[in-house]
């Protein structure tokens, strides 16, 4: 078999593959989007913009997390916003860290990587969450 048609047929066979790829970091997304409404929206609001309905008793207001690109000059900041949900970075709201759920979020670790490359480990649930958020921003 020649070079050429041995590449044809290597790109056809891992096509799939890659539409494969595509649809499952759609799915996660979609599965962010749920874990946020449940998790988060009560603080950040409906649509993320630090409008919950909670945000008006806590002591420090909730983030606008459509902006997290915007005021990160234009780069999502992939390992800050994995690090406050994980609680390695916590956030003091209400006179207490905000919720983390980073213990209930563990297990079958994926890595998404940073703007620069570099890989970040954490649970399936919490990159479910970050695909979400990088989706929102504005």
């Known amino acids: 078999m020649s070079h050429a048609l041995h590449a044809l047929s290597l790109a056809v066979a891992l096509l799939p593959l890659s539409v494969a790829a595509q649809d499952a970091a759609a799915q996660d997304a979609d599965q962010g989007a ?3 409404q449940w998790y988060c929206a009560s603080c950040h609001g409906a649509n993320g913009d630090g409008a919950g309905p909670m945000a008006p008793v806590l002591l420090v207001q ?3 997390l459509t902006q997290l ?7 999502f900041p992939l390992l800050r916003v994995v690090r406050r ?8 709201s209400h006179g207490s860290d905000m919720p983390v759920y980073g213990a209930m979020f563990q297990g079958n670790e994926v ?21 979400y958020l ?3 921003q504005q």
């Open 134 to 136: 990088q989706e929102i």
């Open 34 to 36: 749920a874990l946020y």
């Open 85 to 92: 949900i994980d609680g390695t970075d916590p956030l003091v």
């Open 62 to 64: 909730p983030t606008d």
């Open 69 to 75: 690109s915007a005021s990160s000059a234009g780069e």
């Open 111 to 131: 890595a998404l990587k940073t703007a620069a490359g570099q890989p970040v480990l954490m649970g399936q649930s919490v990159a479910d969450l970050v695909l």
